[in-house]
């Protein structure tokens, strides 16, 4: 079922973030995710590495794909999933994120996977309890299991990410999900450039191992893939520029500008969409788009670092 080196040993009962993490230790959750892909596929959809495990999905913030896809990737590994509502939850009555997950735990229960508004969140709660902490986003810090899927995405229509020239267009200030793929895409050997207007561009990015670029004109033509992401309007303080239709006409994906680009580009966004915005409809539905993919293979690869997690929770207690 797992395809993966017999020589390499996944020691990490948490994944907090991608940045910590090494080119092999990266690929050797896509090759994991690999052995899991079949899963999905079969008329019963079902595996039993984690039978009699349970998994909490415990979301502070709104979500559809990470929840659900998380959900179902715990379920196909026939672990018992709890899905948390913080309406509905004693947080509303003032109760902590420690507190909370600490009671959990009182409940035997075997992995966090923690979305949070808080950047550090998921580290937080790694050291705070013994269960096995999966972070699915926390604040603008990192989104491990997105980047993963589309790193994951890539590589199975590239084969490797070695050479390639990758452009992440739109709202980095306020993405997560940039500051992880641009970690795993660039330990993975790929050269990353992203592109948007000044004020969506983070303090530090002279920090980071990117070049920007402001002309998506200019990029457009040399990038193998390009991954659009939206504008983040809930985490905005102010207006960061003057108008919907101007960010539109500088920096989305048309129609126009698809015809300048390499024929084989791979068009991404991590979703939600916002169509008209940041990437034309006929783009999003057309031939380079590989959207919906990296919906259904992030089932995989999150199946992956469930099993791989507490795997390696399991030989820690063992003493391995």
């Avoid at 590495?49 to 590994?77: C, H, M, Q, W, Y």
Wanted: charged share 25%; proline share 3%; glycine share 8%.
């Amino acid at each position: 079922m797992i395809r993966s080196s017999n020589k390499f040993k996944w020691r990490h009962k948490h994944l907090l973030g991608l940045r910590e993490l090494t080119r092999e230790e990266l690929e050797f959750i896509l090759d994991t995710a690999e052995g899991f892909e079949n899963i999905s596929t079969r008329s019963v959809k079902k595996a039993p590495p984690l039978r009699g495990k349970v998994v909490v999905n415990l979301f502070f913030e709104d979500s559809t794909r990470t929840r659900i896809s998380f959900g179902l990737a715990a379920s196909r590994l026939s672990a018992d999933v709890v899905e948390f509502t913080k309406k509905s939850s004693s947080v509303s009555k003032g109760e902590t994120l420690i507190d909370t997950a600490r009671n959990l735990e009182a409940m035997g229960i075997d992995t966090i996977v923690l979305r949070h508004g808080a950047g550090g969140a998921a580290r937080l709660l790694s050291r705070s309890i013994d269960a096995c902490v999966v972070n699915a986003g926390d604040g603008f810090n990192e989104h491990p299991t997105q980047a993963l899927l589309d790193v994951y995405t890539i590589r199975k229509h590239r084969g490797s990410l070695d050479g390639l020239k990758i452009a992440i267009v739109g709202d980095i200030s306020h993405s997560r999900v940039a500051r992880s793929n641009i970690w795993a895409m660039t330990k993975l050997g790929a050269e990353v450039i992203l592109v948007g207007p000044p004020t969506l561009m983070p303090s530090k990015v002279n920090d980071l191992p990117v070049t920007v670029s402001y002309d998506m004109d200019e990029v457009i033509e040399k990038v193998d893939v390009i991954n659009m992401l939206r504008i983040q309007f809930e985490r905005m303080g102010g207006n960061l520029f003057p108008t919907i239709r101007e960010y539109a006409r500088f920096f989305s994906l048309t129609v126009d500008r698809m015809a300048r680009a390499k024929s084989d580009l791979i068009v991404m966004h991590p979703g939600p969409i916002n169509r008209g915005v940041e990437i034309e409809s006929e783009v999003a539905d057309g031939n380079n788009s590989v959207i919906l993919q990296q919906v259904s293979n992030g089932l995989a690869v999150r199946m992956a670092v469930l099993y791989l997690v507490n795997q390696a929770a399991a030989n820690k207690a063992k003493g391995k």
